[in-house]
């Protein structure tokens, strides 16, 4: 069965510190992983997309991992700021079928 | 413009009423999505549309009707909805030319909050 899941469920972190997200996945045939951040009663907005032959991509703050051998993802967030303050997904699509996987989501409270 | 519009922001409906809900994109994407979203879970797909014809219905409800009147816009028509309908509703869009989900990112617009009565 194809599933994705999130842990921590939810995180509290003070500001301007560093936190990882892990996401682990049983979805075959692997095509690529996403990471998505959603604000409260917003859409998604992605962060990174990976295929199975990226180890690792930025977007500024953002780091995301892949280890494809073990299924599993990491999200890394470097100083984090007030504004991180959201869910975090992660999607995980499998070749032929046209559907994305979601995780329920790690939910991220960033303290002043 | 890499944005996907969604109209209204916030709807209140009873469960008698037909309502629907709009969605826009201008990326020239050819596949165009509906998605639910309860509290604190993932999204939930509900409808693709892949050059303007219904390419995936997840056995959703014959109370939910989408229609896609060109490859810009998406239209969810809403009739005698109940209370557990209440959601966030997103709108998603993306290329077509590598597969529906292949590799193609999609673009998520900010979602219609429904209230049913």
């Known amino acids: 069965k194809n599933q994705v899941e999130q842990s921590p469920q939810s995180l509290i972190i003070l500001e301007g510190k560093n936190c990882t997200l892990q996401?682990?996945?049983?979805?075959?045939?692997?095509?690529?992983l996403r990471w998505y951040k959603q604000d409260t009663g917003r859409g998604p907005v992605s962060l990174t997309i990976?295929?199975?032959?990226?180890n690792t991509k930025s977007n500024g703050r953002y780091t995301a991992t892949l280890d494809a051998d073990t299924k599993q993802s990491s999200l890394h967030i470097t100083a984090s700021q007030l504004s991180d303050s959201a869910s975090y997904i992660c999607v995980v699509s499998a070749r032929g079928y046209n559907k994305l996987i979601f995780g329920a989501g790690t939910r991220l409270a960033v303290h002043p | 413009d890499t944005e996907v519009t969604q109209t209204p922001k916030h709807l209140v409906m009873g469960m008698t009423n037909k309502k629907s809900l709009k969605c826009e994109q201008h990326m020239g994407h050819r596949a165009m999505y509906w998605y639910k979203q309860k509290a604190k879970k993932p999204p939930e797909l509900m409808f693709v549309y892949s050059y303007e014809k219904l390419s995936i219905n997840e056995s959703v409800p014959s109370r939910f009707s989408p229609e896609c009147p060109n490859s810009s816009l998406l239209n969810l028509h809403l009739h005698a909805l109940q209370p557990e309908d209440s959601a966030l509703y997103l709108c998603?869009?993306?290329?077509?030319?590598?597969?529906?989900?292949?590799?193609?990112?999609?673009?998520f617009g900010p979602g219609t909050r429904l209230t049913v009565l």
């Open positions: 996401c682990n996945y049983t979805v075959s045939p692997f095509s690529n």
């Open positions: 990976m295929t199975f032959s990226e």
């Open positions: 998603a869009s993306s290329q077509v030319d590598m597969g529906i989900t292949s590799y193609n990112e999609q673009f």
